[in-house]
């Protein structure tokens, strides 16, 4: 398993939703940690109109092994059309909590 850790940031359109996927990557051993950050603002342009709307941003803590399987998973189970999923590398930060991440999603990898 590739042990670089990234994030991976998806927003969502309700607390119910992000509850929802946030528990749904977790016990598919796709990520370590999911943090909901909510009140999250969102301006972009969809389909030739300016949007904006407060959302629920999943901050999804795992590894670059597992990160293709997690995209398809929220992919398929997000109810946006075209959901946001864009995965930013970990550059540092606490030791011993990367490597308790890694270690949670080494210990979901089935033989």
Do not use: F
């Not at 301006?43 to 398809?72: D, F, N």
């Amino acid at each position: 398993m590739s042990s670089s850790a990234v994030v991976v940031l998806s927003s969502c359109p309700d607390v119910d939703t992000a509850r929802r996927l946030a528990r749904g990557v977790i016990e598919n051993g796709l990520a370590a940690c999911v943090s909901i950050v909510p009140g999250v603002e969102s301006i972009y342009r969809w389909k030739g109109e300016l949007e904006s709307q407060v959302e629920h941003l999943l901050l999804i803590k795992t590894v670059l092994a597992s990160l293709e399987s997690l995209t398809a998973w929220l992919d398929e189970n997000h109810p946006y059309e075209l959901p946001e999923i864009i995965a930013l590398p970990i550059a540092g930060g606490s030791e011993r909590y990367l490597q308790w991440l890694r270690s949670d999603l080494d210990s979901m990898v089935v033989s």
